[in-house]
């Protein structure tokens, strides 16, 4: 039924765009005009000296199993694409805080910030004392698995387990030989982004060359920002976050995860920051998810490691139903 109901959702947003294709969706620098499927609240909070706000979903469980999962989105991600995760585990008793990072989606987007993972999840960790919680599974996908390793990394205390989807940051880019790509060129490179772009670019690199109407709305949450009057500030702090990610790697602290970790990985995936501007023969050893899924799980203590041949960067999203019966089979405080 789920599936039944996911697809016409997405057949009716697609039927909309398709409809409106003179005039696209047009959105504010804080996704204004995009819906959720669950009430947004602003978490108010100063950092480095600027008033910021934090957008979040606080959705709860049907049946309370006292558990609490924080969902990490990806960098071309917003809370929002959590939708299929947030309803397979609230149905399961968990309550689930899902957040846009500062930078992202509908939260602020700073003239100037020092990104930092270790802030980043601070500001996490802020939200969820506010909310009076203590301890969470931390859930990470893409760009919020590096997120959530890091968490993992500085609250250990806090972290009841640690589910990484399809992480990146499982190789250092810039040791293997991906070039410098400084803040200014990444800025101009965002400020070209469009729907075409990012369709191909996730088609290609995400879902092994595939496509289905599901994730056009995705595609239109992102290039409808920079169709908007905020662009400039939506791209200027996406050119930040990249610098942020190609020059802080988690890779080398493995080791260091006090937490159960649990990998889940689609073997398709071939995800890199900067392949692009890697020469050709370097370019061809990036993102090569199935040797990095297996080398990562034989170095992070505790892990459990759950394979999806068929999928790639995003299962949670392709197969939303196998993947989460997965999940839940290895999820603290799941009693199914």
């Given at each position: ?18 409809s409106q294709a003179a005039e696209p969706a047009v959105y504010g620098a804080e996704l204004e005009g995009f819906d959720y499927p ?299």
């Amino acid at each position: 039924m789920l599936r039944k109901w996911r697809v016409l959702l997405a057949l009716t947003l697609w039927a909309s765009f398709s409809s409106q294709a003179a005039e696209p969706a047009v959105y504010g620098a804080e996704l204004e005009g995009f819906d959720y499927p669950w009430p947004v609240k602003q978490f108010q909070f100063e950092s480095q000296r600027t008033q910021l706000h934090m957008a979040y979903m606080d959705v709860p469980a049907k049946q309370p199993n006292g558990h609490t999962v924080v969902m990490l989105h990806g960098k071309n991600f917003c809370a929002a694409t959590w939708q299929d995760s947030i309803t397979a585990l609230t149905d399961a008793g968990y309550r689930v805080i899902a957040a846009d990072q500062i930078g992202f989606c509908k939260s602020s987007k700073p003239e100037a910030y020092q990104y930092s993972f270790q802030q980043l999840a601070a500001n996490t960790h802020a939200l969820l004392a506010s909310l009076n919680i203590d301890k969470a599974i931390v859930m990470g996908h893409s760009t919020g698995g590096m997120l959530g390793i890091r968490y993992a990394l500085l609250y250990p205390e806090a972290t009841e387990q640690l589910v990484l989807v399809n992480p990146i940051g499982l190789e250092d880019w810039k040791v293997k030989g991906v070039p410098f790509n400084d803040v200014d060129a990444w800025y101009q490179s965002e400020l070209k982004k469009t729907d075409t772009g990012i369709r191909n670019y996730e088609r290609n690199t995400y879902y092994a060359g595939e496509w289905r109407d599901d994730y056009e709305p995705w595609v239109q949450m992102l290039a409808g920002m920079y169709r908007g009057d905020g662009k400039e500030i939506v791209a200027w702090n996406s050119a930040l976050l990249y610098d942020m990610i190609y020059t802080q790697p988690v890779y080398y602290e493995f080791e260091q995860l006090k937490v159960p970790t649990l990998l889940m990985i689609g073997e398709k995936d071939t995800t890199a920051i900067g392949k692009a501007l890697a020469p050709e023969p370097i370019r061809k050893t990036l993102g090569n998810y199935p040797v990095l899924a297996r080398e990562a799980a034989k170095r992070m203590p505790q892990s459990t490691l759950v394979l999806f041949p068929n999928y790639g960067h995003a299962p949670q999203m392709q197969a939303p139903k196998e993947f989460h019966q997965k999940l839940l089979a290895q999820l603290v405080g799941n009693k199914s």
